[in-house]
């Protein structure tokens, strides 16, 4: 399975589904505002669905950083699989949860699971393609990204 000419952009198109995954999920929220305000009425005043908002970004930043040094200390390639595995849990948790405390500490925990996925996706792409192919294999991948957020909302 390991062809060396085929294998380096499966790797790609596998992770082109993550990095879909991966924006989706965090651009849902803002879609399914009006159907959440039903059940969590504090997500009826714009500063707490501000914050709702906020607090995924503050985190997912402040961990970009600490996500790449972790990238490098263990296989990515299962960094990648726990990070998917948590982030869709939180998704699936997101669901179940009725209060603004619930919503917000889930919310926070997705920052820090998703945040461990651009530099572990980006650095196997680096490993699996050489410099005749990365740049090309990298825009892919981001592509994935992006129709993720279009996808989301």
Excluded: C
């Excluded at 952009?9 to 959440?36: C, E, P």
């Amino acid at each position: 399975m390991k062809n060396r000419k085929i294998y380096p952009w499966i790797v790609v198109g596998l992770l082109w589904f993550v990095a879909l995954l991966n924006y989706m999920d965090r651009q849902m929220l803002s879609t399914m505002k009006d159907a959440m305000q039903i059940d969590i009425i504090e997500l009826q005043s714009a500063t707490n669905f501000g914050r709702l908002m906020a607090v995924f970004l503050w985190i997912y930043g402040l961990m970009s950083p600490m996500a790449g040094i972790i990238a490098d200390r263990v296989s990515r390639k299962w960094l990648i699989v726990g990070s998917l595995f948590v982030w869709s849990a939180v998704t699936y948790g997101m669901g179940y949860a009725d209060t603004f405390n619930q919503i917000y500490w889930l919310r926070a925990l997705m920052g820090v699971s998703e945040a461990l996925y651009i530099p572990a996706g980006l650095s196997l792409i680096a490993d699996w393609h050489q410099e005749k192919s990365r740049s090309l294999a990298v825009g892919i991948h981001m592509t994935g990204l992006y129709a993720g957020q279009a996808i989301g909302g």
